[in-house]
């Protein structure tokens, strides 16, 4: 019996996927998730095959089997109607993933947006990019995944299936798609090994430490530099590039295009840095840059510091990015501060925070005082400067 629309929008999901079979080999699948799928079987060269037509209701009931006569026609011409099925640009997957990054990309810095974009160009948009974003199984993207898994990058896979989820979940709430079918996936995927953390100072490190900065034989400005990053803790990126416009008074505001999250960071300046930069400006020699090149008109070069954290002999035990890590764990430990003022001294916004409501001021008193327990923390470490205060 043929269908009628009123079967069709009246059809419930149920504990299995099943169909409501049309005339013609044209049928309704309806899935467990609400989904609503035209599908119709034909054979071709001695071979079953399904086409998929549309997702209901955007496909109508006419529109359905309008697109089923025209698929047999071209069985009759001798053709194969799965290759002349054409899916609307606005349902394509790539027509939609370009559409959540369009709405992403505003909020990243362009070399985290043009490495998003490549892995999406890449690697998913070659397998998925003209399917229909409603009609996409989980099955398939595994697919890819696998792909990327068996050439060995499986933290990459990982990154990909984030975001492919997003995408979908872009193209739910736009009314395309009913399901993420990359969510289930999570515990499908291949176990990268565990990480390896850049090297960190723990505490009971700290004084000898500092003893041997005090006695590195190399620039005074990059020995500045370390004791500098030690005490503010920021990445490599915001200390090279820093401008001595960006300093006022016991406030360093980094600009948001040096940022990883594209956001404005302000960084109190205890009175201890505050020295630190009046010794680093009598070494700057004018430059607009704190942390000026050679030839002063660019700022140092990325690995100034860390070749310098060599020399001093601690190659694989200490890193510039290594001093976050200290102080996140320092921070913490002490009990003194909430954890999310630590964490937005450290930079480290949630990937869902409405840019709008960004706030570079937030737990900004509370940050002040974290910045001077730690600045007297690293400075009761610093066992040759206390010997000198006496």
Known sequence: ?????????????????????????????VKTTGSKLWRMNYSFEGKQKTLSIGVYPGVTLLAARTTRDEAKATLAAGKDPMRDHIVADDRKFRTVAKA??????????SSYSDRIWSRIEDDVLPAIGDKDVAEIEPSEVLALLRTIEDRGALEMAKRVRQTVSGIFRWAVADNKAKIDPAAPLRDAMKRAPRQKHRAALREEALPEFFKKLHAYDGEKQTALGIEFVAHTFVRTAEFRYAKWEEFKGDT??????????????????TSHVQGLLEKLREESNGSEWVFPGVEGYKPISENTLLFALYRMGYRSR???????????????????????????QLSHVPLDEVRSAYNAALYLPERIRMMDFYSKFLLAKDTDLTDLLG
């Open 1 to 29: 019996m043929a269908l009628t629309d009123t079967a069709c929008r009246n059809a419930k999901p149920a504990e299995k996927d099943y169909k409501l079979s049309d005339s013609g080999r044209l049928y309704l699948f």
């Open 252 to 269: 360093w505001r980094i600009p948001g295009e040096r940022m990883k999250m594209k956001k404005e960071h302000i960084v109190p300046l």
């Open 318 to 344: 200490a890193t510039i990015h290594g001093f976050r890590t200290t102080a996140s764990t320092v921070l913490n430990e002490s009990g003194l501060f909430r954890p999310d003022a630590i964490e937005r």
């Open 100 to 109: 959540w990054f369009n709405g992403r990309a505003s909020g990243w810095v």
